[in-house]
T-cell receptor, first 108, second 114 residues
């Protein structure tokens, strides 16, 4: 079974800072998801990637398949970015395996 | 496109009571998932449906949890009787083409068992 580790567990940043959240996994995957979860509990899918890099607005996700590692970057962070960011990986046709999440707080 | 709808948003019940959650997936999404997310942890898959058939329910505590998707669209998840440790967010998600497709999650139902 794939083990997904995220770091850091908690992160506090000042508004405007560049933020990096890391995700490592133990077994080869076919795709990796970055998800955002707000305090109410709902989850929004940010990215699904299997190689390289994707960018959407101030968010950038990268993945290194050989190193089994992905990063989520937020540029010019804002208080509305405060949320839990979850990494989830897909291997073949097995269910998603989720990390425990990184709780981000951005302070104005 | 409308998202995945879940209700209720919040529910508080006493232990040993019953509770049911409802999910309406994105139109046309054949695959539907129920997840349980305990505070501080990532979501855990409870059950996966493909249309109205169960694909994976290996982590569903079948002595107290049940789920159905009778017409291959809406789904309900029931807990009977509830225990304190069932307090969690219950998330529904759907995808067009199984696990390899993109996922859309609902807003979740936050259950508190007292």
């Amino acid at each position: 079974k794939n083990e997904v580790e995220q770091s850091p567990q908690n992160l506090t940043a000042q508004e405007g800072e560049f933020i990096t959240i890391n995700c490592s996994y133990s077994v080869g995957i076919s795709a990796l998801h970055w998800l955002q979860q707000h305090p109410g509990g709902g989850i929004v899918s940010l990215f699904m990637l299997s190689s390289g890099k994707k960018k959407h607005g101030r968010l950038i996700a990268t993945i290194n398949i050989q190193e089994k590692h992905s990063s989520l970057h937020i540029t010019a962070s804002h208080p509305r970015d405060s949320a839990v960011y979850i990494c989830a990986v897909l291997s073949g046709n097995t269910p998603l395996v989720f990390g425990k999440g990184t709780r981000l707080s951005v302070i104005a | 496109e409308a998202g995945v709808a879940q209700s209720p948003r919040y529910k508080i019940i006493e232990k040993r009571q019953s509770v049911a959650f409802w999910c309406n997936p994105i139109s046309g999404h054949a695959t539907l998932y129920w997840y349980q997310q305990i505070l501080g942890q990532g979501p855990k898959l409870l059950i996966q449906f493909q249309n109205n058939g169960v694909v994976d329910d290996s982590q569903l505590p079948k002595d107290r949890f049940s789920a159905e998707r009778l017409k291959g669209v809406d789904s309900t998840l029931k807990i009977q009787p509830a225990k304190l440790e069932d307090s969690a967010v219950y998330l529904c998600a759907s995808s067009l083409a199984g696990p390899t497709g993109g996922y859309t999650f609902g807003s979740g139902t936050r259950l508190t068992v007292v």
